[in-house]
């Protein structure tokens, strides 16, 4: 596969002040990052360093067995969690100088999660679990509700509206669940083992569905233990002991 050329990132996806000039910059920038875990006089480094671009419309695939440190990397990514040290630039702004609150507003407007066990609502009908997400923007109820089912429509869900999880097989979850990541039009989107609990063919149509995304222009970065899996995305980095190999 050739070498692609990605956009450069515009800090106005993220809702965050233009702090780069006009300049071209990644979607994400980690430097030096370290993530260390301490408990009682014991200290874990999750994370050692860490150096990593993302341009808007990459498809990265974030590569390690468990316990390497991709999950930390991907809570640290999706502004969930902190380093210990060094820089993440998010559209070209340090995530260091927001608060709290501006992280969860970043997350809830311009990040999609999309979750290995789906994470959906039980007991609350497709329509809702994909809604819910705009209910925390001030989305109108009448708006809320129209997004969700095109959202739905769109990954084919249109006849599951009103069904709830228990009703759905594990692939139907996971587009109920793509759907609600989708349903804030967020710039960028964090897979975290997304085929993990589906059997074969129920992951190969999610791998395709996200590489449809991909190519309407959604930055995707993809977690993954699974060498297979991450042959699906544009390029791949691999992480163990807290590194990033390549």
């Not at 515009?10 to 301490?38: C, H, K, M, N, W």
């Not at 991709?70 to 070209?92: E, Q, V």
């Not at 923007?137 to 959202?151: I, P, T």
């Amino acid at each position: 596969m050739g070498q692609t050329v990605f956009a450069p990132a515009e800090p106005s996806l993220f809702g965050l002040p233009d702090q780069t000039g006009g300049a071209p910059v990644p979607v994400i920038e980690l430097r030096g990052v370290t993530r260390i875990y301490s408990t009682g006089r014991l200290e874990v480094a999750a994370l050692r360093g860490v150096d990593l671009d993302v341009w808007q419309g990459d498809f990265l695939a974030i590569v390690g067995p468990s316990g390497s440190g991709k999950s930390t990397m991907m809570n640290i990514l999706g502004c969930l969690d902190r380093p210990t040290a060094g820089s993440y630039r998010l559209g070209g702004t340090p995530i260091e100088q927001l608060s709290d609150d501006d992280l969860a507003a970043v997350r809830g407007r311009a990040i999609g999660f999309v979750f290995q066990s789906f994470n959906l609502l039980p007991r609350t009908s497709a329509l809702d679990n994909v809604a819910t997400p705009l209910l925390y923007q001030g989305v109108s109820r009448k708006e809320r509700y129209a997004r969700a089912k095109a959202a739905l429509e769109r990954l084919g869900l249109g006849e599951r509206l009103h069904h709830e999880p228990s009703e759905l097989s594990g692939g139907q979850q996971q587009r109920v669940a793509i759907a609600r990541a989708l349903v804030t039009e967020p710039a960028l989107i964090l897979a975290d083992e997304p085929t993990g609990n589906l059997d074969s063919q129920s992951g190969n149509d999610v791998i395709e569905l996200l590489h449809e995304l991909n190519a309407a222009g959604t930055t995707i970065v993809l977690i993954t233990h699974d060498l297979d899996v991450a042959q699906a995305a544009r390029r791949q980095v691999h992480v163990r002991d807290g590194l990033l190999l390549s």
